[in-house]
């Protein structure tokens, strides 16, 4: 995959010597509470974190959640990518940012060039998004990136029902 640049940003495949930003991103209390626990507890379960989730499905599908950090500094700031589920029929628009760099626009930024990524260089004809129908925030954020709410599903092992959103399709020709 390339690196993908924004205005502010850069986006690029995680790697075994992000173990510890990523300890501390699934840790912090909002990515607990709106995404949920993965059990990463020390440096070495998130670099398996990395392994078998992002750098797995960039073998696999060629996309994954990649690395967000800030142009100018290099600092990391979240992940944001796309995810292949085998609950959803299509890819699936993930992110997360350390609570420090909420409410800066990141969020906003690195979906659309990955929502780009995914129509102009992987020909993704649609991508979805899943999203606790409690979290104002990120529905603002899919809501900005122009996806919209297709009702509620049951995903996973997930005890809760969550929102789904997608990005319009491409329109095809009648049979």
């Not at 392994?51 to 797995?56: F, M, T, V």
């Not at 659309?112 to 102009?120: H, K, Q, S, T």
């Not at 979805?128 to 049951?154: T, Y």
């Amino acid at each position: 995959m390339p690196t993908i640049q924004t205005q502010r940003l850069t986006l690029s495949e995680l790697t075994a010597g992000d173990a510890g930003f990523i300890l501390e991103l699934v840790n912090e209390p909002g990515f607990l509470g709106g995404i949920g626990d993965r059990g990463v507890r020390d440096l070495d379960s998130a670099l398996r974190y990395i392994q078998d989730g992002p750098a797995a499905s960039y073998a696999r599908h060629g996309y994954g959640l990649w690395r967000v950090e800030l142009r100018d500094s290099g600092e990391p700031v979240g992940m944001c990518g796309l995810l292949c589920r085998d609950t959803l029929p299509d890819p699936d628009l993930g992110y997360a940012f350390l609570q420090r760099h909420w409410q800066r626009g990141y969020a906003v930024e690195a979906g659309a060039a990955v929502l780009l990524y995914a129509r102009e260089s992987l020909a993704l004809p649609r991508v979805l998004a899943i999203v606790n129908p409690d979290n104002a925030a990120s529905i603002k954020v899919l809501e900005r990136l122009g996806m919209h709410a297709q009702g509620m599903i049951r995903h996973g092992n997930e005890p809760r029902d969550l929102r789904l959103f997608a990005t319009v399709a491409a329109a095809t020709e009648p049979a």
